[in-house]
Nanobody, 116 residues
Framework: QVQLVESGGGLVQPGGSLRLSCAAS????STWVMRWYRQVPGKERE????????????NYASSVKGRFSISRDNGMNTVYLQMNSLNSEDTAVYYC?????????WGQGTQVTVSS
């Protein structure tokens, strides 16, 4: 059974940092492209960051470029999202996503709230 479990969310002040983790089980992470999405109530889920299977290629939404960094440790079956210089517009539920060909899996999400 495939599971993606996000962690690391929480309440942080504007300008602060958080690192999200996505631990995968039931699949060999090195064969899956990984993505982080976020969603605010009433809005569509937004793609935040993407990382290739080896980690050699990454891409980011323009709203987070230069502030967020996606990485992966295939040996640990874990993907990370380092988030710096957070602002209120980053408040959302963050989801990790594994995709390979026509198959994909989602985690349950972790809440990130940026507020003073």
């Amino acid at each position: 059974q495939v599971q993606l479990v996000e962690s690391g969310g929480g309440l942080v002040q504007p300008g602060g940092s958080l690192r999200l983790s996505c631990a995968a089980s039931g699949l060999i992470l090195s064969t899956w492209v990984m993505r982080w999405y976020r969603q605010v109530p009433g809005k569509e889920r937004e793609l935040v960051a993407f990382i290739s299977t080896t980690g050699s290629i990454t891409n980011y939404a323009s709203s987070v470029k230069g502030r967020f960094s996606i990485s992966r440790d295939n040996g640990m079956n874990t993907v990370y999202l380092q988030m710096n210089s957070l602002n209120s517009e980053d408040t959302a539920v963050y989801y990790c996503n594994a995709i390979r060909n026509m198959n994909q899996y989602w985690g349950q999400g972790t809440q990130v709230t940026v507020s003073s």
